[in-house]
């Protein structure tokens, strides 16, 4: 029996109440600040920047949008400018500087309906290559962008001509581990996770998880791809491991019922890759750590390489609140400080100790 | 036991008898799916409530099957009053502090502080007995087109170490997963960023686990050149000797590091291997008389230190095979 005391802890450093319905909460990169947005009950958009002092979270600055922002990222921007991308619910894609946030430094109309998911790479030393930046949204194209090509995305990924358009609820950059390769992982709220590699601009793999998919990541956007983490409805998540595809079979997975609702978010802790984070909606945290199986891949009858899958197991959980957490951020500089938002309009900086030995 | 058995035979699969809710029926059952069984119906409180009896049953599924999902908890968020005012005094004092002026970066000395603690415990589990023998095989070796080499010549000195720190760890993760061609390729370009004794280390031992052992001796010997007295070169050092069959040069680097770290238990290990190893082979004890002997006369005439290693390496190979030679002779004059 592991005694309590070895076992990551979670640990809630600061809560702060808000008065309006934050979306997304992401870490200023090297910094100890971090953005919330949001939109007002008026119907606006907002984001604030609050730096964690004294065991306090001070509103460093408040601006306010003419959109409600969904979504954001500092993905694609260098270390020293951090500049925030952020989708919103107009289809908008603007880049801010947050040092002058009255007009953004680039803009363009993204897509008709909301922005749901937007990621970055190629900034923050995080891949070499161009940076990009690309978005997914309710009208069932996902689109990369480069900020420095204007109005017009450097890819479209969009259905054909007749099909029904299903809504992309997230997008997740990976694979970038050189300045030539990347993919792009989306899911959709019918099931369906598509890889699309940008190299060969083409459809890499897919694959339907009969729920619909809140959220995928890798877990690293800068290595060879190895593991994919997709959640869905119904507190189930996916472990794709990634090295090795097979021709008819795909990659293999491990499926794990946790939270009883939805699990809105996943992401990976920065400094180790096997470690992840699950945050569902019945407003409670899930810490687990991914296992390699002794053999990664073994011949099948036919002769081909098909993956094993490993094991997940459960390190720790919390529950913070009633409500869903919508977002998750781990911090890049600190191990184990991570900033979640949820719906009852609260923000939360966390720390989780321990993760050293885990 | 065999009751059980019955009853499953019979169909009784939605149902559990009211007998069953019982300590010694409880413990004397080793079927993990029934006994989860059991703790819904217990839990749900459809035939009443016995606390006791639901911890009996909890305890006796977590020594059959501890990853049981019907055992996990929902925890309550833990807070700073649930642990002692110095934990929280140094988790307060560890957050990230905010220099006042934004636009330049904060200090980056914490990440040379993690940089040791994160390579101690690799090391850790690395001298455990953490063999993994498969070899991990790949349609994605993508690992050949990962560049060694990366430009980076335009960051500043704080940035050079971030990046160079990335990918160290990346190295790292590929190490725990058993890439080691990958790891060495990541640590390759954690050095080419900015070499630190930490990512030669690491490169080293992965070379180790490749069986590269030339390569892991220059990467030994470049740590040693900037930190001499470093343990964690030495034993590898004497590794590399070992499987290179330099027993006598191995010993004395276990030797160096059991005389500052006395109970360090890899080193104990090795000695014991290597002491084992030159008992078996008597005849070499005669050639190491002549080796020294030769040693001696080509340190004068050698300059580089690799050059005098390859004599010696292949002084020692001839010298061995005079004496094999000589050994062979006297046998047969006899």
């Known amino acids: 029996m592991s005694s309590p005391l070895s076992k990551p802890q979670i640990i809630a450093h600061i809560q702060k109440s808000l008065n309006y319905t934050v979306f997304d909460s992401k870490w200023i990169p090297c910094s100890a600040k971090f953005v919330c947005l949001g939109n007002f009950a008026r119907g606006t958009g907002v ?33 020293q400018q951090r500049h925030m991308a952020t989708g919103d619910f107009d289809g908008n894609l603007h880049i801010w500087n947050l040092e002058a946030p009255d007009v953004p430094v680039y803009t363009t109309k ?64 990976g694979h970038a581990f050189n300045d030539q390769d990347r993919c792009v992982c989306a899911g959709y709220d019918n099931g369906d996770i598509k890889l699309f590699d940008l190299r060969n601009m083409s459809l890499r793999w897919e694959t339907n998880i009969k729920n619909g998919v809140c959220c995928v990541e890798f877990d690293r956007k800068d290595i060879n791809m190895n593991k994919l983490v997709a959640t869905s409805l119904e507190g189930k998540f996916h472990v794709f491991d990634t090295r090795t595809q097979h021709p008819t079979k795909g990659f293999a997975s491990i499926s794990e019922k946790a939270h009883k609702a939805t699990i809105w978010q996943v992401r990976h802790l920065p400094q180790n890759r096997d470690i992840f984070m699950t945050a569902g909606g019945a407003g409670n945290l899930h810490l687990w750590k991914y296992e390699y199986p002794a053999q ?45 938002s949820g719906f009852d309009q609260t923000v939360r900086v966390l720390i989780v100790t321990k993760l050293n030995v885990a | 036991f065999t009751a059980n058995d019955k009853i499953s035979a ?154 160079a720190n990335r990918e ?93 770290e006395p109970n360090n238990p890899a080193a104990m290990q090795l000695l014991s291997k290597i002491e084992k190893k030159m008992s078996d082979c008597p005849p070499e004890q005669q050639s190491k008389g002549k080796k020294i002997l030769i040693e001696e006369m080509e340190e004068d005439l050698c300059c580089s230190k690799e050059e005098q290693e390859e004599q010696r390496g292949e002084t020692q190979l001839s010298v061995y095979l005079i004496s094999r030679l000589t050994h062979r002779l006297r046998r047969e004059r006899k």
Request: proline letters at 5%; hydrophobic letters at 35%; a negative charge.
């Open chain 2, 168 to 260: 160290k760890d990346k190295g790292n993760e590929a190490f725990r997963a058993n890439d080691y061609e990958e790891a060495v390729a990541y640590y390759s370009r954690s050095l080419s960023i900015f070499p630190t004794v930490n990512a030669y280390n690491n490169r080293a031992q992965a070379e180790i686990r490749l069986e590269h052992w030339h390569n892991a001796m220059t990467d030994c010997l470049q740590v040693l050149e900037l930190e001499p007295r470093n343990k964690k070169a030495l034993l590898r050092r004497a590794t590399v000797y070992y499987h290179m069959g330099k027993f006598q040069m191995a010993s004395e680097d276990l030797r160096t590091v059991l005389q500052e």
């Open chain 2, 10 to 163: 019979a169909g009784f699969s939605t149902k559990v008898p009211v007998e069953h809710l019982d300590y010694d029926f409880i413990e004397k059952c080793k079927d993990v799916k029934y006994l989860e069984k059991i703790l819904r119906i217990l839990r749900s409180g459809e035939e009443g409530i016995y606390p006791h009896l639901i911890k009996f049953c909890e305890r006796h599924l977590e020594k059959l099957n501890p990853n049981s999902r019907a055992l996990r908890k929902e925890n309550p968020v833990a807070t700073e009053a649930n642990f002692s005012k110095d934990d929280v005094f140094l988790l307060q004092t560890s957050l990230p502090k905010q220099t006042r002026n934004p636009s330049k970066r904060v200090v980056p000395r914490d990440y040379q502080e993690w940089d040791k603690f994160n390579v101690e415990e690799e090391c850790g589990k690395v001298d455990g007995s953490m063999q993994r023998n498969d070899p991990p095989a790949q349609l994605n070796s993508g690992h050949l087109s990962i560049r060694r080499e990366v430009d980076a010549s335009l960051l500043s000195h704080q940035e050079k170490l971030l990046l």
């Open chain 1, 47 to 79: 984001f604030q920047i609050y730096e964690v002092q004294h065991g306090e979270a001070q509103l460093i600055k408040e601006v306010e949008k003419a959109k409600p922002i969904k979504c954001g990222t500092f993905g694609a921007s260098s270390l």
């Open chain 1, 110 to 173: 993204a897509h008709k309906e909301i922005v749901n998911s937007i990621d970055g790479v190629g900034g923050l030393g995080i891949g070499d290559g161009a940076p990009e930046i690309v978005t997914g949204s309710r009208d069932g194209t996902v689109k990369v962008w480069d900020p420095r090509q204007k109005d017009l995305p450097v890819a479209n990924m969009e259905p054909v001509e007749g099909e029904t358009k299903r809504d992309c609820w997230t997008v997740a950059f």
């Open chain 1, 296 to 340: 990664r891949s073994k011949k099948d009858s036919d002769g081909a390489d098909v993956g094993v899958a490993g094991s997940v197991n459960l390190l720790q959980n919390a529950t913070l609140s009633t409500q869903p957490i919508a977002s998750l951020d781990w911090s890049p500089d600190k191990q184990g400080l991570c900033v979640c």
